[in-house]
């Protein structure tokens, strides 16, 4: 997870870049943690236990809303709680191994909370529609979804274009046109933003 300077600097430098820029994925981002930690047991290619396959192509499977890869909501998703489970846990995965490194976690829950895009250069339109309702712009597309794209304050007056799309306790999840998601802290924000972020929550 990128702090929020980061994000306020990199992205507020960059954001004429951001627009085309590719979709966090689960063919590039993903896969390659999923090989190392979890593919003996759960792949076409070797085995498949507890009727989980995490091969790119039948993972569809296993995302929706009350699947266990809940898209934008990494919180409930159960393929993400159970890797944080104690290893001593009878659900701990993987079974088999270790903790996954806390990197590593953390960019699965970025991808979930980006919208569980499976291959963002062969884009179905569930996922199109997906990345829409999320506000995040899918390659190629023109952004329609513009006029949701609020500009964001930090304290330190640097401004990014972000749409919200929910809050997680003292924090505020923000949503760049290349669908990429991060968990601002409250207190790093402007008072202004700060409101519009209470009023956009109904808070």
Known sequence: MKSFNSVFGLFFLLSGALDGAEVVDYVDKIL??????????????????????????????????????RPGNPGESGF?????????????????GSSLPKREIEAIEEWIRAGAIVDGKKLT???????????????????????????????????????????????????????KSYLVPLNSLSSES??????LSGK
Request: charged letters at 35%; proline letters at 3%; aromatic letters at 6%.
């Open 80 to 96: 993400v709680e159970r890797m944080k489970l104690d290893e001593s846990h009878a659900d701990f995965m993987p079974r088999k």
């Open 32 to 69: 390659p943690i999923m090989k190392d930690h979890c593919w003996d047991c759960h792949s076409k290619e070797t085995e498949v236990k507890g009727n989980l396959s995490l091969d790119p192509e039948t993972l569809f499977d296993q995302i929706g809303t009350y699947n266990i890869i």
């Open 125 to 179: 339109d569930d996922e199109k529609k997906r990345l829409a309702e999320m506000g995040g712009a899918s390659p190629g597309s023109d952004d329609k979804q513009a006029d949701q794209f609020l500009s964001w304050k930090n304290r330190e007056g640097k401004v990014i274009e972000a749409r919200m799309t929910g809050m997680e306790g003292e924090a505020v999840n923000l949503v760049m046109k290349n669908g």
């Open 194 to 199: 700060v409101e519009q972020a209470k009023r």
